[in-house]
């Protein structure tokens, strides 16, 4: 099955700083979809990138897509404290409806 | 829109008991899926209803189940629980098939 997996698996950095996570993937994918979670809590829905794109932008957020590669990577420029989250990539097969998650990676931005 | 919600947030069970985990999507959204995480497997699918019918089920055994009802609300069963249920359950709705998902904040389910 596809399995997001996501590199590195805890980051910290300064305020300000710009954060970037890689997620790898094993087969062909609909789409790709990164999240937040903050302490446990439900996922939030970052941004969702389809197998024909190859770059997404949201207001901070900027995610790129290589399907020859297999991966996406999800870059938060000037981050903030309230950035501190772990984000997950998950990826959607063609004819499926499910997230396969990858395991995470632990942000911490230090004001 | 009112987002989606799951109940109860927090419950406390004994190994062999059952529980019953209750979640309402968002208005309009006719799919609901449920997932897993737990601190060493992660984030697993569970299944996926869209208008009253399972259209998938992740790895878990016949003690996990649901349904969805014609509001679109769901429920997920777990029949003799066991201590590896511990988990962090999650529903999510979206409007459409392998769309954003939209998550509730969960019910977190301790098995002693």
């Known amino acids: 099955s596809q399995q997001g997996e996501e590199d590195p698996q805890a980051l910290s950095i300064q305020e300000g700083e710009n954060a970037t996570m890689n997620c790898s993937y094993k087969t062909s994918i609909n789409n790709l979809q990164w999240y937040r979670q903050n302490s446990g809590r439900g996922l939030v829905h970052l941004i969702l990138i389809r197998s024909n794109e190859r770059e997404k932008h949201s207001g901070r957020l900027r995610v790129t897509l290589d399907t020859s590669k297999k991966s996406s990577s999800l870059l938060i420029t000037a981050s903030r404290a309230a950035d501190t989250a772990s984000y997950f990539c998950a990826t959607v097969a063609y004819g499926n409806n499910r997230l396969a998650f990858g395991k995470g990676n632990q942000v911490v931005v230090i004001p | 829109k009112a987002g989606v919600t799951q109940t109860p947030r927090y419950l406390i069970k004994t190994r062999g008991q059952q529980v019953t985990l209750s979640c309402s999507p968002i208005?309009?959204?006719?799919?609901v899926s449920w997932y897993q995480q737990t601190p060493g497997q992660g984030l697993q699918f569970l299944f996926e209803?869209?208008?009253?019918?399972?259209?998938n089920k992740g790895n878990f055994p016949g003690r996990f189940s649901g349904r969805q009802f014609s509001n679109s609300r769901s429920e997920m069963n777990v029949s003799t629980l066991e201590l590896g249920d511990s988990a962090l359950y999650l529903c999510?709705?979206?409007?459409?098939?392998?769309?954003?998902?939209?998550f509730g904040p969960g019910t977190r389910l301790t098995v002693l």
């Open positions: 209803y869209f208008s009253e019918t399972q259209r």
């Open positions: 999510a709705s979206s409007p459409e098939v392998a769309g954003t998902k939209f």
């Open positions: 208005s309009g959204h006719r799919s």
